[in-house]
């Protein structure tokens, strides 16, 4: 064991110990109080240029408490900030924070906090009571990495689900979570722009079991993830779902399927003065180098 490990594992241990001298109160879990209270201390709040010094730290202590009798019982898969009225998870604070190596940790160990969302409250914003996910945070703080990563880590309808409206029963439509023309119109986040481009282009092998992100039980894991393991990087065919570069700026197709056969309509909720994001992106000048 090098010395820098073993002076973060002491670091670790004391943090944990403090906790249970607190009485082990959620709030002052410590890895929630990395993430949360650290960053936004005074020595971090005057001095930004050393946050980056301050997530390979978090990181680090963070891979520790992870594999700690801390979380024995899986403590940091339902966690929650009580504290916070969205109730946020540690994935929600890292990507809101742009920690993208924290991201990858979270996602790496418990891949399911791809999918929490915070709890809806009341904020008083035009959005309020609206369930973010962590990708929702990356995305509002304009956190480019960390949205490209978990975009890229999700499963290919779900990402692609953020852009695209809610038609219910037609009675009530909604708009998209996310407006990707937004996002495309943003130079700092052509890497999300990517990626999610690349998630159009869904490899498609139709003879195996779907993969979830959730599974009901560690032996259906097991067993999906493991036939899908088993598989080489070469599909038998690709999905491709560009259909989302036709919508408008709320993510509404022009046409939508009618419910007897597959032949289509003209949307009536189509704003058709929008210019779509195919021609946003033929016009942009935010290239990636």
Request: hydrophobic share 35%; aromatic share 8%; glycine share 4%.
């Amino acid at each position: 064991m090098s010395w820098n490990r073993a002076m973060d594992e002491v670091t670790a241990e004391k943090l944990i110990q403090e906790f249970k001298n607190n009485g082990k109160l959620d709030s002052e879990d410590p890895a929630l109080l990395m993430l949360k209270r650290w960053p936004a201390s005074k020595q971090y709040q005057e001095n930004p240029e050393k946050l980056p010094g301050l997530e390979k730290l978090v990181n680090r202590l963070l891979e520790i408490l992870l594999e700690s009798e801390l979380n024995s019982g899986n403590r940091y898969e339902m966690f929650r900030d009580e504290d916070d009225k969205a109730g946020k998870t540690l994935l929600h604070y890292a990507a809101e924070l742009g920690f993208l190596c924290v991201t990858r940790t979270l996602v790496n160990k418990i891949p399911w906090l791809l999918t929490v969302e915070t709890v809806a409250f009341d904020n008083g914003a035009p959005n309020k009571k609206q369930e973010l996910l962590p990708v929702d945070m990356a995305l509002i703080t304009e956190n480019d990495e960390v949205a490209a990563y978990l975009i890229r880590m999700m499963l290919p309808d779900r990402a692609l689900s953020l852009f695209s409206w809610n038609p219910g029963n037609m009675t009530n439509p909604q708009p998209s979570h996310v407006s990707l023309k937004s996002i495309i119109d943003n130079p700092k986040m052509k890497k999300t722009v990517v990626a999610v481009l690349d998630q159009m282009v869904i490899p498609h092998w139709p003879h195996l079991p779907k993969r979830k992100e959730r599974y009901e039980s560690e032996e259906e894991k097991e067993a999906i993830e493991g036939v899908w393991s088993t598989m080489t990087e070469n599909p038998l065919n690709y999905q491709f779902c560009y259909h989302v570069l036709d919508a408008d700026e709320g993510g509404r197709p022009p046409n939508i399927n009618l419910s007897a056969g597959e032949q289509q309509a003209d949307n009536e909720y189509f704003n058709w003065r929008d210019k779509s994001c195919l021609h946003v992106i033929g016009k942009s000048y935010n290239m990636v180098e």
